[in-house]
């Protein structure tokens, strides 16, 4: 039912920064906590920052201070500005709704979109 369409990903130089949107439609976007992922070669899929409905945020050990989750409700879309970029960011980068299993956080819909490649390099 969920459609999500990420989009911003690109290639940048390390240090540079990029926005990556993503669209969502079929649900009530409004009420989900949002969450950013990403998945570089070879590595498993890592939960990098998420957003409650109410604007709360969470965010990896890894961007942490470097990467910020927004969102629109009235625009159904999740931002993630990320600057201070670094080789180790190359990924390609997915976003979903989020609900808790066993206390943390989990992909809530099998539907994923195509993601956006994000490269860092000089």
């Known amino acids: 039912q969920v459609q999500l369409v990420e989009s911003g990903g690109g290639l940048v130089q390390p240090g540079g920064s990029l926005r990556l949107s993503c669209a969502a439609s079929?649900?009530?976007?409004?009420?989900?906590?949002m969450g950013w992922y990403r998945q570089a070669p070879g590595k498993q899929r890592e939960l990098v920052a998420d957003?409650?409905?109410?604007?709360?945020?969470n965010y990896a050990d890894s961007v942490k201070g470097r990467f910020t989750i927004s969102r629109d409700n009235a625009k159904n879309m999740v931002y993630l500005q990320m600057s201070s970029l670094k080789s180790e960011d190359k990924a390609v980068y997915y976003c979903?709704?989020?609900?808790?299993?066993?206390?943390?956080?989990?992909?809530?819909?099998?539907?994923w979109g195509q993601g956006t490649q994000v490269t860092v390099s000089s």
């Open positions: 979903n709704t989020l609900k808790v299993y066993s206390g943390s956080y989990v992909p809530a819909s099998g539907s």
């Open positions: 079929g649900i009530l976007f409004r009420i989900f906590t």
């Open positions: 957003i409650t409905s109410g604007g709360s945020t």
